[in-house]
C-alpha cells in the first residue's frame, strides 16, 4: 500500500487507526485526516469524473476552494456530491468517486438537524490570524462575541505553513489565543461552522457541522448539522483569500493543485501530495510550497515562474536545494490519463506526478459582496477587494488583500478597533496585536489569466467541463456582461460556486471583448457560500413537524375508536371508523345511513372560531357579509357568506349573537386564519375608527354536532335543563346550559340536512361531555362519523364546501343562495360586483345536481361536463366540471354535485362525463337530493 506520510509532520493523531474505502478499496486513515488527506497519503488522486465530457477529476485544493474532488459517501449514510477535502475522515467511512452526479439517499436520513439562535455584539467570520486578533480585541474589550470558522481547528492559512509569531511557532500563538477565548463568558466560538450567508441588518446564516468528527458510532440522537441564525450589531469578515489557478490546457488532469493546498496537505496532515513535482506560479507564494515539499522528500524538477525575474530571496532558497528556476517561462500543456505524467514548459516535458499552480490569490469577499458591499479591482493583486466602507460590517485580513502574516495581526486589530468605537465599546488600554517574524518581501505578481493554447482543453470552470472556448463561443454570440456569460457557460454555478472560476472567467472575458476586468466587474456573490443540505434548513421542521399538525382534545379517542385520519388545514380529522372488514366506501354508507336513521356524533371541534366584540361589532360584520348581521337578535344563529371585491365567495359559516356587541363567528376548518386575517385588514386599513376587537377562539371551544332524528333524545338526556322542544328551541337559536359546573353552548344548526344540536364546551372539558354523548346515544345506536360522511350528508342538501364546489370564481347567486344576497344593505364588500355584466351572465357555471344513469357510476371529482355523447375533433368544448362526487345510502345510488353553464336552464337534459374511456350520461337534476322542503331538519 502507498504511504506518502512524512515523519514528524501533520497535526493527525498518528497513534490511533481508522479504517475506510474508496470505491470498495480498503484504506488507512488518522484522527484529523479529511478524506481527501488520507486518499493522497494512499496516493490517490482521481475521484472520479467529470460532469459533461466524463475525464478523470481529482483533488485539486485542501478544502471548499476544490473544483475536482466530489465524492458520494455510502456510510455511515449516503450522501452526495461531497468534497473529499471537506470531509472529516471516521472509522468505517465508506465512499466512492463520483460518475458526474452524485445518488440522492433511497432511505431517509436518521440523523437530525436543528437550529440555535444567537446575539453578538461582534461576529467574527474567519479564526485565522486577522480573525483570532479581532475576536481577543474584543473579548478583551468586554464585547460579546461571536467566532466561527469552518475549519476543525482554529489558524486558518497558519494551519498550512511554519510561520512564527511573537518569536514562537504561530499555532504555539493560536493555542494561547482559543484558550484565552474559551475562558471569557461572553465568547462563542465555534469550529467546523461555515458562515454562508450575510444579511439585512446584521443577520448571518452559518451551518454547524456537528457529528463528522465523532466517528460512525457516534449516537444517533445528536444533531449532523445545526443551522445557526446569528444577529450581529457589527459583523467583522476575516475570511481570508483563496489561491487562483492559471488556465492553460489539459489543466484539470488529477495531480494539479494550487501550491499552497499542497503545503497545507504537509504541515497539516502530513502528506506529500506527491514525489516528483513542477511548479508553476506567476506568485511569491508557490515558491515556499516548493521548498517545503523538497525538505520533506520531493523532488521538484523545476519552478516555472512567468515573471522575467524571479524573486532573489526565494531563488536563493530554490538553488541551495538544488531546484531549478525557469523564470519567465510557461507551462502550456499536461500529459497523462488517470494521473498527470508530464508537464509541458513550452515544448518541453516535464515528468511529473504532481504539478503545483498559482496565479496570484483571490479575497474571499463574498460575505461582504451578500450584504450589498462594492468591490473594487486591485490591479497589483489582480483581484477584487472591498471597495467601500458598509455600516455595520468590516472586512480584515487577506480578505482585504493584505497577504503578510504581520499585516493581517495588524489589520485585525484594526478593524476590531474600528467596530468595537463604533459600538461604543471602551476598548482603551486594550493590548495591541502580536507580531510575526518578518516576511521575504514581496515581488509583484504577474496577473495571468491563461496560456494561449487549444481553448477547447483550457479548462476554467473543472466542475463543470467549462473551457476557453466555450466563453469565446458566449461572447461570438454577443455575450458582454459577465453575467450572461456566466448563464450561457454554467461557469461559476458548480459545487464551489466559482471559487476558483469565477475571477478567471471574468479576466478571459475581458481579454476576448477588449475590455479591462475592473470595468467587466464580477458575478454576483451569492449565498450559500458552500452547499447546505436542504434537511439543514430544514431542521426539525420535518415529518410532523414540517407543518405543524393540530388535533382536537379528542384525539385520543379517535385514534382508539380506529379513526383513519384526514388533513384537513393543519388539523387531523377523522375521516372515518371503520370496522372489521369495512373498507371507507363500507364505513361511510354504515356511518350516513345510521346520522339519517338514528343518531350521529361529529368532532366538529375545528371549524373556524371569532370572538367578534365591540360598539360596532354589528357594523363591520353588516360590512362583510352578504347578508344582514345587525338584525340578529340576541339567541339566534344566522348562516352568512363572505365574498371578495370581486364578489367571489370567500368564506361562509354561522353567526351567533351573543349579546348587542358581541358575536361569534364560525368560519371553515381551512379558512379561519385567512377570515381573521382578511377582518383584520379592513378593520385596520379601511375602517380603523369602528370600536371592534376581533379574538381566534378556535381552540378555546370544542364543537361536536349531535344529529339525526334521535338527536333530541340524546341532548334531552344530557342537558336535562334545556326544553329541547321544537317550539321552545327551534332551528337557528342557540341556548346556554350547563354540563355539571361546565358552561355549555348548545346550537341548533344543521349542516347535514337533519335534525342536528352543536354541543360547544371549552377543550379542558371536552373529553367528558363528548363521553357522556355517546353514553346517552348508546340506546339509539350512536355512530360516530368522519368529514366523509359529514360530505356525504352536506352534499346530499347542496350545502356547498367553499373550495371545493368553489374555485375563486363562484358568486353566491352560482350556488343557488341569491337568498343570502341582502337587498336591503346599501353596500357591503363585494355588492358593487354583482352587478357587473359578467356576474349577472346568464351563461355562469352553476351548481346543479348529477344522477348518473347508471346508478353504480362514481364521477371522479373533477370530471369534465360535456354536451354530447360523442367527442367532437379537439378542442372540445366544456360545460363544466364535478365538484362532488359520492355514493348516497338515503338515494341508495350515487350522485354528484357540479357547476355547469346555465345549469340551472338544463335541469332535465342529459349531458355526459368523460370517465376513462367512456362517456357516462347523466341526468341534470335540481341540486338538493334529500329532503328538500327541510322537514327532517326543523324536527
Not at 481527501?36 to 472520479?48: D, F, P
Not at 505578481?445 to 496560456?451: A, D, E, G, N, T
Request: hydrophobic fraction near 45%; proline fraction near 6%.
Amino acid at each position: 500500500m502507498t504511504d506518502l506520510r512524512v515523519a514528524g509532520r501533520g497535526r493527525i493523531d498518528r497513534a490511533t487507526t481508522y479504517r475506510f474505502t474508496f470505491d470498495g478499496v480498503a484504506h488507512a486513515g488518522h484522527p484529523g485526516d479529511t478524506l481527501a488527506s488520507a486518499l493522497l497519503a494512499n496516493g490517490v488522486h482521481a475521484t472520479g469524473t467529470s460532469v459533461a465530457r466524463g475525464r478523470p477529476r481529482g483533488i485539486g485544493a485542501a478544502w471548499a476552494e476544490d473544483p475536482g474532488g466530489l465524492v458520494q459517501i455510502e456510510e455511515p449514510f449516503p450522501e452526495p456530491m461531497q468534497l473529499a477535502t471537506t470531509v472529516e475522515l471516521v472509522d468505517g467511512l465508506a465512499v466512492r468517486g463520483v460518475p458526474g452526479r452524485g445518488r440522492l439517499a433511497d432511505v431517509p436520513d436518521s440523523a437530525r438537524y436543528d437550529a440555535k439562535h444567537a446575539h453578538a455584539d461582534l461576529l467574527v467570520v474567519g479564526a485565522g490570524p486577522a480573525g483570532l486578533v479581532a475576536a481577543l480585541t474584543a473579548a478583551r474589550a468586554g464585547a460579546r462575541v461571536v467566532l466561527v470558522d469552518e475549519q476543525s481547528e482554529a489558524g486558518g492559512a497558519l494551519l498550512g505553513g511554519t510561520d512564527r509569531i511573537d518569536g514562537a511557532a504561530a499555532l504555539d500563538w493560536v493555542a494561547a489565543a482559543t484558550a484565552e477565548l474559551a475562558a471569557c463568558p461572553d465568547v462563542l466560538h465555534l469550529q467546523r461552522t461555515t458562515a454562508f450567508g450575510h444579511y439585512d441588518d446584521g443577520f448571518v446564516l452559518a451551518l454547524e457541522r456537528r457529528t463528522d468528527h465523532l466517528g460512525a458510532a457516534a449516537p444517533r440522537h445528536r444533531s449532523r448539522q445545526r443551522v445557526w441564525r446569528i444577529r450581529a450589531r457589527h459583523v467583522l469578515v476575516a475570511a481570508g483569500a483563496h489561491e487562483r489557478p492559471v488556465v492553460f490546457a489539459d489543466n484539470d488532469r488529477p495531480g494539479i493543485m494550487l501550491a499552497a493546498s499542497a503545503r497545507t496537505f504537509l504541515h497539516r496532515y502530513g502528506v506529500l501530495a506527491g514525489r516528483d513535482a513542477v511548479v508553476f506560479t506567476t506568485d511569491d507564494a508557490a515558491y515556499a510550497a516548493a521548498v517545503d515539499l523538497a525538505d520533506a522528500g520531493a523532488r521538484v524538477h523545476a519552478v516555472v515562474d512567468a515573471r522575467a525575474d524571479a524573486p532573489g530571496h526565494w531563488r536563493a532558497e530554490c538553488e541551495r536545494r538544488g531546484i531549478p528556476v525557469r523564470a519567465g517561462e510557461l507551462v502550456t500543456g499536461t500529459r497523462g490519463g488517470e494521473r498527470i505524467t508530464h508537464a509541458l514548459v513550452g515544448d518541453e516535458p516535464i515528468a511529473c506526478d504532481l504539478l503545483l499552480v498559482s496565479g496570484g490569490w483571490n479575497p474571499a469577499v463574498h460575505l461582504f459582496s451578500q450584504a450589498g458591499g462594492r468591490l473594487a479591482y486591485d490591479a497589483a493583486l489582480g483581484a477584487f477587494v472591498p471597495g467601500e466602507t458598509l455600516p455595520g460590517t468590516s472586512v480584515a485580513g487577506a480578505a482585504t488583500g493584505v497577504l503578510d502574516l504581520d499585516g493581517c495581526l495588524r489589520d485585525g486589530a484594526r478593524a476590531a478597533l474600528a467596530a468595537l468605537a463604533d459600538l461604543g465599546i471602551d476598548a482603551r488600554g486594550v493590548a495591541g496585536p502580536p507580531v510575526a517574524d518578518r516576511a521575504p518581501e514581496r515581488t509583484p505578481p504577474l496577473v495571468l489569466w491563461r496560456v494561449p493554447g487549444d481553448e477547447h482543453v483550457q479548462f476554467v470552470d473543472i466542475q463543470r467541463d467549462a473551457t476557453v472556448a466555450d466563453i469565446a463561443r458566449a461572447v461570438g454570440a454577443g455575450m458582454r456582461g459577465v453575467e450572461h456569460v456566466k448563464r450561457y457557460t454554467t461557469i461559476g454555478t458548480a459545487h464551489d460556486q466559482g471559487k476558483t472560476s469565477g475571477i478567471v472567467a471574468a479576466g478571459i472575458t475581458a481579454e476576448l471583448v477588449g475590455m479591462a476586468v475592473e470595468r467587466l466587474g464580477t458575478t454576483t456573490f451569492r449565498a450559500p457560500y458552500t452547499p447546505v443540505a436542504f434537511a439543514a434548513l430544514a431542521g426539525r421542521n420535518r415529518g410532523a413537524l414540517f407543518d405543524p399538525e393540530r388535533v382536537t382534545p379528542l384525539q385520543d379517542r379517535h385514534v382508539a375508536r380506529g379513526a383513519v385520519f384526514e388533513d384537513v388545514g393543519q388539523w387531523k380529522r377523522p375521516r372515518y371508523y371503520p370496522q372489521a372488514g369495512e373498507d371507507m366506501e363500507a364505513a361511510v354508507l354504515r356511518e350516513c345511513a345510521a346520522v339519517r336513521g338514528g343518531v350521529g356524533i361529529l368532532d366538529g371541534s375545528t371549524l373556524g372560531k371569532i370572538d367578534v366584540q365591540g360598539p360596532d361589532a354589528a357594523v363591520l360584520l353588516d360590512r362583510l357579509y352578504t347578508n344582514l348581521m345587525s338584525s340578529l337578535k340576541v339567541g339566534a344563529v344566522r348562516y352568512g357568506v363572505l365574498c371578495g371585491a370581486d364578489g367571489m365567495v370567500l368564506d361562509d359559516g354561522t353567526v351567533l349573537r351573543l349579546a348587542e356587541d358581541r358575536f361569534l363567528v364560525y368560519t371553515t376548518t381551512g379558512g379561519a386564519a385567512t377570515v381573521l386575517d382578511w377582518m383584520e385588514e379592513w378593520l385596520q386599513t379601511e375602517w380603523p375608527d369602528l370600536r371592534v376587537h376581533l379574538t381566534s377562539v378556535t381552540e378555546q371551544w370544542a364543537t361536536f354536532p349531535v344529529v339525526g332524528p334521535r338527536s333530541r333524545d340524546v341532548i334531552a338526556a344530557v342537558f336535562p335543563e334545556v326544553d329541547v322542544s321544537k317550539a321552545a328551541f327551534p332551528f337557528m337559536t342557540w341556548r346556554d346550559t350547563r354540563f355539571g359546573d361546565v358552561p355549555v353552548r348548545i346550537a341548533r344548526v344543521s349542516f347535514s340536512g337533519e335534525l342536528a344540536y352543536e354541543v360547544n364546551v371549552d377543550g379542558w372539558h371536552a373529553g367528558a361531555v363528548w363521553d357522556r354523548l355517546i353514553e346517552a346515544g348508546e340506546p339509539y345506536g350512536i355512530t360516530p362519523y368522519g368529514t366523509e360522511t359529514m360530505h356525504v350528508l352536506r352534499a346530499e342538501k347542496a350545502y356547498p364546501i367553499v373550495g371545493q364546489d368553489t374555485d375563486g370564481t363562484v358568486t353566491p347567486q352560482d350556488l343557488g343562495m341569491s337568498w343570502v344576497v341582502s337587498k336591503k344593505k346599501a353596500d357591503f364588500v363585494g355588492k358593487r360586483s354583482f352587478s357587473r355584466g359578467e356576474n349577472r351572465n346568464p351563461q355562469r357555471k352553476q351548481l346543479v345536481g348529477l344522477l348518473p344513469v347508471d346508478r353504480t357510476v362514481l364521477l371522479p371529482e373533477g370530471s369534465q361536463v360535456v354536451e354530447h355523447d360523442r367527442l367532437p375533433d379537439p378542442p372540445v368544448p366544456m360545460l363544466g366540471h364535478v365538484t362532488s362526487s359520492y355514493r348516497s345510502a338515503a338515494l341508495e345510488r350515487t350522485f354528484a354535485l357540479a357547476l355547469v353553464r346555465a345549469g340551472r336552464e338544463r335541469i332535465g337534459d342529459t349531458l355526459h362525463v368523460p370517465v376513462g374511456d367512456a362517456l357516462v350520461p347523466v341526468q341534470v337534476t335540481e341540486p338538493v337530493l334529500v329532503d328538500p322542503e327541510g322537514a327532517r331538519r326543523d324536527g
